[in-house]
Every structure is written in structure tokens, then in C-alpha cells.
């Protein structure tokens, strides 16, 4: 079965050149600090939101600068909402992939809080059981919504430099991806 394509770890590749990168997962980091410097620190979809929400975000990314090379990138799609927030949408158009008997649905609930500033997050994966849809499982997280200018000022103020966003159009990814250099 073909590995399928991580859009972060493409958007790393294309910075750093052709090669093989040692790639690990920001939560990873947190949970157990590398034992030697690594090239990419990735952060999928929700995590950074999430961890704000924690008041956790300023140490992991502390953690995430200090466990790469010199040169190493932070590689970390968020989703900005910092405008939705003022509409607060209860939910994304439900996410379908698969065929047949594979389909599966994914549904995403939002709660969002009464200031606009954070809000709870429900994911819902439905799969086709014998004559009906079935709940496979569900997540619930509580996010902080972050601004592009906060997501910025975080990962400057955690040590890196050469901060830069992609939009969905420059990187392949549906959400924007930030990469961020630790320095020499």
C-alpha cells in the first residue's frame, strides 16, 4: 500500500533541498525531548491552537527549537479562524473519503465560546456498517483561535527566525502552513 503524501513533510523537503530528513512529530518532542538534534519539527492541523488553549504552546515551541539542528525547520499547519470567530460557524462541510464500503465521513462540531476567542472541537469519523453508518470514534479538544500576527510573535518569541506562512495555494496543504528556522 502506497504511503500517503504528507503535505508538511513536502513543505520541509522543498526548504531544506533534496535528501533524507529526520522528521519528528511536535507532540512527540513535548512528550519525550529528542536525544540528538533533528532537521524538521512537525505540527499537524489543530495542534498549535490546541496547545495555546493549554497555555502550553510558548514551551513546546522552546522544546521544538531546541531539539533541531541549526538550520532545522518548525513545519506547523493552523488553521486561522481569527475571522470565523466573529460568525462562529457550528461546523466545516463534512469531510467524505473513500468508496464503496471504505467511505468513511468526517464531521467536524464546533462550540465556540461566548468572546469568540477559543472554541471546543468535536470530530466525528462515521464508517459504513452492514446497512447503516456507524460512529467509528470521536475526538473533542478545546482550541484557542490564533491570529496569523499571534502564531508570528509565538514562534519569534520561542528563538526562531526566517518565520514565514505558506497560504493553501504555495503548499499543497488545505490549512496555512508556518515554517520556522532555528537559528545557527
Not at 8 to 26: F, K, P, Y
Not at 53 to 62: G, K, V
Not at 164 to 173: I, L, T, V
Request: contains cysteine; glycine residues 6%.
Amino acid at each position: 500500500m502506497p504511503v500517503p503524501e504528507d503535505p508538511l513533510s513536502e513543505v520541509a523537503a522543498a526548504v531544506l533541498g533534496a535528501g533524507r530528513h529526520e522528521i519528528v512529530d511536535l507532540l512527540d518532542v513535548v512528550r519525550h525531548p529528542t536525544p540528538h538534534p533533528v532537521d524538521v519539527v512537525r505540527a499537524g492541523d489543530d495542534l498549535l491552537p490546541r496547545l495555546a488553549h493549554q497555555n502550553a504552546l510558548p514551551q513546546a515551541l522552546r522544546l521544538a527549537r531546541q531539539s533541531l539542528r541549526p538550520g532545522g525547520l518548525l513545519v506547523a499547519a493552523v488553521p486561522e479562524l481569527d475571522k470565523l470567530s466573529r460568525l462562529r460557524p457550528v461546523a466545516p462541510p463534512p469531510k467524505v473519503s473513500g468508496r464503496g464500503q471504505n467511505r468513511q465521513v468526517t464531521v467536524q462540531l464546533w462550540d465556540w465560546s461566548p468572546d469568540g476567542e477559543s472554541y471546543a472541537l468535536e470530530v466525528v469519523r462515521l464508517v459504513r456498517g452492514e446497512t447503516t453508518w456507524e460512529v467509528a470514534n470521536t475526538v473533542a479538544t478545546r482550541h484557542r483561535v490564533l491570529s496569523p500576527e499571534q502564531i508570528s510573535d509565538e514562534l519569534t518569541e520561542a528563538g526562531f527566525s526566517a518565520v514565514q506562512r505558506f497560504s493553501p495555494a504555495e503548499c499543497g496543504h488545505p490549512l496555512p502552513v508556518w515554517v520556522a528556522v532555528a537559528p545557527a
